[in-house]
C-alpha cells in the first residue's frame, strides 16, 4: 500500500512523480489512459487463467475508473478467511494501542494513509501502554479509498500466506466502521531507502552490510518466486525493504504483488504499475509481466547500493538523471567503477566483489526477460561475493585517509554534480522536497 515512515513535509505544486512513487500505466508510458485507473494485485485463493486475469484487470478499471462511483458500494465492515496465527483486531484495540493515532505516535504517511507505532502485549496481543510489550506499525488507511481496500486485502492474503525470514511478518489485521489497517512486526533500522539516501538521518552502511542486505532480500525474492504458485513482487525497491535491529532485511509491501504465470505462459498480462526507474522496460512497453521483470528491479537495487544513487534523480546533470542508462557502461571497468562507487563507503571494498556486482547487475538489467538470471542465480552469485575479504592495505588507507580528504574523494562522484536546473526543488535525491521515508510498509 505504500504507505512511508518519515517526517511530511509538503510536497508544493503539482509535479511529476518522484522516484519513490508508484505510478499507473498512463505516468510510466505517458500516454492518457484514464479507464485503466489503479490495480489491486495478488489474489492468492484460485488460480485463474490468462483470460480470467485479463478479465478481472478491465472489470477494475471499470470500477476504478476517473469517477468516485465505486466508493459509493465499499463495505463498511468485513473479515477473511485468514491462517490462525493473524489475529483480527478490534478498531478500539488499535486505537489504545496508538493513543487514538496521535499525531506523536505517527511514523509517516503515504497514498493510502498513515502508518502509526504502537504497542501490544508480546502473548495476548491486547494493546499496552508506551514501552510496556512490544512495538508494532499500524498502517490505517483512507477509509474512503477503495484501492486502498483492494491493496490491504491482497496484503493480507498473501502475508497471511506466506512465512519466511526475509518477508516482514503480519501480526493481524482490521476492518471496521470503514477503516481497513494492518499491524506488522516493528523494524527498528527503518528503510534501506533511509541508509542509502537521507543523509543525516542514518549511519551510513558499510560494504559487508550492504551484501547481507542484498543477499537477505535475494533470499525473499527467490523463496516468492519458488513457491507453489510463484509470486511476482513487482515492486522491489530501496523503500520496500526494511530492516531490523540487527540489519536483517525484509520485503515488505506486497499491494502489487501478482500472481506468476501458469499452464505454460511465459507471463501475466496486466495494467502497468510500478515505481519510477524500477520497472522492467518490457513490463512498461507491453505490460507483459513476467517473473524475472522482479530480476530487473533487483538490479536496480543492488546499483544503488553500490553508489550510493537513486534510480532516477533529475537533480543530477543531464545525461545523469537515470542511473542505469548513464552507471551501466562503468560497471566493468575497474577505473570507471571506483568513480562512482558511494563515497561513504570510504573505498573499504573489494574491486573485486564490487566489479562481480557490477556483473550481476549488467545481467539483471539484461532487456529480454529471458537472458536475466534467476534470482537463486542472483543469491549464488552474491553469497560468493560476500567471502571476498576487503584488503588489509585498503582498510588503513580509508581510515587514514577519508576523513581529512573527503571532499577531495567525493569531487568526482555524481552525489556531488547537483544540476541547478529548476527541478532541482522538485523531486529526486536527499533533501529534495519529497517526503522523508523512514519506512515503508
Given amino acids: 500500500m505504500g504507505l512511508c515512515y518519515g517526517t511530511p513535509v509538503d510536497d508544493g505544486p503539482s509535479k511529476p512523480p518522484s522516484p519513490g512513487s508508484r505510478t499507473g500505466a498512463n505516468s510510466l508510458t505517458g500516454k492518457e489512459n484514464k479507464a485503466d485507473g489503479l490495480e489491486m494485485a495478488g489474489e492468492i485463493n484460485d488460480v485463474k487463467d490468462e483470460h480470467e486475469r485479463k478479465a478481472d484487470d478491465a472489470d477494475e478499471g471499470r470500477q476504478l475508473g476517473d469517477g468516485d462511483g465505486g466508493d459509493k458500494n465499499m463495505p ?9 496465527y493473524l489475529k483480527m483486531f478490534t478498531l478500539q484495540d488499535l486505537r489504545a494501542a496508538t493513543k487514538n493515532f ?47 481496500l483492494r491493496e490491504w486485502q491482497a496484503e493480507v492474503k498473501f502475508l497471511g500466506k506466506f512465512s519466511h525470514p526475509n518477508l516482514v511478518k503480519l501480526i493481524g489485521y482490521c476492518w471496521e466502521d470503514r477503516q481497513f489497517l494492518l499491524v506488522y512486526e516493528y523494524m527498528q533500522k527503518g ?23 542484498a543477499i537477505d532480500a535475494a533470499k525473499g525474492l527467490t523463496f516468492l518466486h519458488s513457491s507453489e504458485k510463484s509470486v511476482i513482487y513487482r515492486d522491489f525497491k530501496a523503500s520496500n525493504i526494511l530492516l531490523d535491529g540487527s540489519y536483517n532485511a525484509k520485503l515488505s509491501d506486497f499491494g502489487l504483488a501478482k500472481l506468476g504465470p501458469i499452464d ?54 543531464s545525461g545523469e538523471h537515470v542511473l542505469v542508462d548513464f552507471a551501466r557502461p562503468s560497471l566493468t571497468d575497474k577505473r570507471r567503477l571506483k568513480k562512482i562507487m558511494d563515497p561513504r563507503l570510504e ?64 569531487r568526482g562522484h555524481p552525489h556531488n554534480r547537483r544540476s541547478q536546473s529548476p527541478l532541482h526543488s522538485k523531486h529526486g535525491d536527499h533533501n529534495n522536497g519529497t517526503r522523508a521515508r523512514r519506512y515503508h510498509y
Fill in 76 to 84: 463498511s465492515s468485513g473479515e477473511i478467511v485468514t491462517p490462525n
Fill in 102 to 148: 496521535r499525531p506523536d505516535t505517527m511514523l509517516g504517511e503515504g497514498g493510502f494513509g498513515r502508518v502509526f507505532k504502537g504497542w501490544v502485549d508480546h502473548k495476548t496481543l491486547a494493546p499496552t501502554k508506551v514501552g510496556v510489550g512490544k512495538a508494532v506499525a499500524v498502517k490505517k488507511s483512507n477509509p474512503d479509498s477503495i484501492q486502498g
Fill in 191 to 213: 528503510s534501506l531507502e533511509n541508509h542509502l539516501f537521507r543523509k543525516g538521518s542514518a549511519e551510513p552502511l558499510p560494504w559487508n552490510t550492504r551484501l547481507k542486505i
Fill in 264 to 317: 505454460g505462459n511465459s507471463h501475466v498480462t496486466t495494467r502497468i504499475m510500478g515505481t519510477y526507474g524500477y520497472a522492467a522496460p518490457e513490463y512498461v512497453a507491453t505490460g507483459h509481466l513476467y517473473v524475472k521483470s522482479d530480476v530487473y528491479g533487483f538490479g536496480v537495487v543492488l546499483l544503488e547500493m553500490l553508489t550510493g544513487l537513486r534510480a532516477l534523480d533529475t537533480n543530477r546533470p
Fill in 347 to 410: 573505498e573499504q571494498y573489494p574491486i573485486k566483489g564490487a566489479l562481480l556486482a557490477g556483473q550481476i547487475i549488467i545481467k539483471c538489467l539484461e532487456a529480454e526477460p529471458k537472458n536475466r538470471p534467476s534470482m537463486e542465480e542472483v543469491l549464488e552469485t552474491l553469497q560468493n561475493i560476500s567471502v571476498i575479504e576487503i584488503e588489509p592495505k585498503k582498510k588503513a588507507k580509508a581510515r587514514g585517509n577519508y576523513n581529512n580528504n573527503s571532499n577531495d574523494n567525493q
